[in-house]
């Protein structure tokens, strides 16, 4: 079955950087589109990056554009969020997602949390 298996989260103090790493199983990998979103406490889930199955086109939230990148291993089965310059306001439980290919498939999370 599909799994999606996030790792990488942590507590950084502003400014700083993390690696967000998904492990991906169970489905053609290569062939469909990552995402990552995020949720803070009570708010809604919101698209923080996605990209494209060959890695070529990515597109990202406005509050991250020029901060965070993501990429992809269709080697390894595993997509990546880096995230540098770190705000407080990036604190949040991060997901990694995909669409196989009308169903919904979501990591179990990884809690980023910023702060001095």
């Known amino acids: 079955q599909v799994q999606l298996v996030e790792s990488g989260g942590g507590l950084v103090q502003p400014g700083g950087s993390l690696r967000l790493s998904c492990a991906a199983s169970g489905f053609s990998f290569s062939s469909y589109a990552m995402s990552w979103y995020r949720q803070a406490l009570g708010k809604e889930r919101e698209l923080v990056a996605r990209?494209?199955?060959?890695?070529?086109?990515?597109n990202y939230g406005d509050s991250v554009k020029g901060r965070f990148t993501i990429s992809r291993d269709n080697a390894k089965n595993t997509v990546y969020l880096q995230m540098n310059s770190l705000k407080p306001e990036d604190s949040a439980v991060y997901y990694c997602?995909?669409?196989?290919?009308?169903?919904?498939?979501w990591g179990q999370g990884t809690q980023v949390t910023v702060s001095s």
């Open positions: 997602h995909a669409l196989i290919p009308q169903t919904n498939y």
């Open positions: 990209i494209t199955s060959g890695g070529l086109s990515r």
